[in-house]
Each structure stands twice: as C-alpha cells, then as structure tokens.
C-alpha cells in the first residue's frame, strides 16, 4: 500500500525498505526511504526532524484515505513518545 502525503513524500508498504508491512517513508525522486525513528528533512522550512513528527505534520494536510490515515497512524504509532 502506498499514500502520498505530498509531491516529494509517500509512505509505503511497497518498497524493498519496508519489513513485516511496517510503513517506510519514501522520497520518490529519490528512492530513499526512512524509518520511523529517523531524522530528515522534509521541507527547508521545517528543518531536521524525526521523520515520525514530519510525517504527521504533512499528514494534516495531505488528502488521505481511511487506508492512508491508517498507514500514517502506524508509522507515527511505531515511536515511542519522548
């Protein structure tokens, strides 16, 4: 399963990063493809960030499916809070 959650950025279940159906997030012009845990860029704008923040901060603007709010869910859901 795949939701995008901006031009630059989807998560995947797709992608040969992604293990046990747990959710990757992937830059498609790239390829690239980060873990939940993982610190990134997302947006010059935002700065360096865990990839799980990132990915609920684009997620309140992307035009999700029940099946891309649950695929968010998971990957957001997948580290622990600080």
């Known amino acids: 399963m795949k939701a995008s959650l901006s031009p630059s950025?989807?998560?995947?279940?797709?992608h040969a990063?992604?293990?046990?159906?747990?959710?990757?997030?992937?830059?498609p012009s790239t390829g690239e493809?980060?873990?939940?845990?993982?610190?990134v860029?997302?947006?010059a704008s935002y700065g360096y960030m865990?990839?799980?923040?990132?990915?609920?901060?684009l997620a309140k603007r992307a035009k999700l499916t029940a099946k891309g709010k649950?695929?968010?869910?998971?990957f957001v859901g997948s580290v622990p809070p600080r």
């Open 70 to 74: 649950a695929l968010v869910a998971q």
């Open 9 to 14: 950025w989807d998560l995947s279940t797709e």
């Open 33 to 39: 493809a980060f873990g939940a845990g993982d610190i």
């Open 41 to 43: 860029t997302l947006h």
């Open 17 to 27: 990063a992604s293990r046990h159906g747990q959710p990757v997030l992937v830059n």
């Open 50 to 57: 865990i990839a799980a923040e990132g990915v609920a901060r």
